[in-house]
Nanobody, 124 residues
Framework: QLQASGGGLVQPGGSLRLSCAPS????????IGWFRQAPGKEREGISC????????QYADSVKGRFTISRDNTKNMVYLQMNNLQPEDTAVYSC???????????????????WGQGTLVTVSS
């Protein structure tokens, strides 16, 4: 499983950095993604990063504001979120991605294994 952390309450325009840590396996072998789910809404794939760190992909809703990164030496993946807006409020989870990191994977939620998410609340 993958454990997401780093969520919290932030004002509009603020920033947060989420972290993703695995339980019992090496992240470097996997393409990793982030998805979010707001109350009453479908799960939305928002970003992914290839296992070799050579490719990233973002949903249009977060492009230019969010940055995904990974440090395979620390076995961690991160999601830097800037200029957060109320519509970004959701539970954020990290997951393995079962196909290549691309727009199709995000739109079709090609996810494998994930764990407990972390709540991000954007409000003044």
């Amino acid at each position: 499983q993958l454990q997401a952390s780093g969520g919290g309450l932030v004002q509009p325009g603020g920033s947060l950095r989420l972290s993703c840590a695995p339980s019992g396996f090496n992240l470097e072998d996997y393409t990793i993604g982030w998805f979010r789910q707001a109350p009453g809404k479908e799960r939305e794939g928002i970003s992914c990063i290839a296992s070799d760190n050579r490719r990233t992909q973002y949903a249009d809703s977060v492009k230019g504001r969010f940055t995904i990164s990974r440090d395979n030496t620390k076995n961690m993946v991160y999601l830097q979120m800037n200029n957060l807006q109320p519509e970004d409020t959701a539970v954020y989870s990290c997951t393995t991605v079962v196909i290549n990191c691309n727009d199709y994977a995000l739109r079709n939620r090609a996810f494998g294994s994930w764990g407990q998410g972390t709540l991000v609340t954007v409000s003044s």
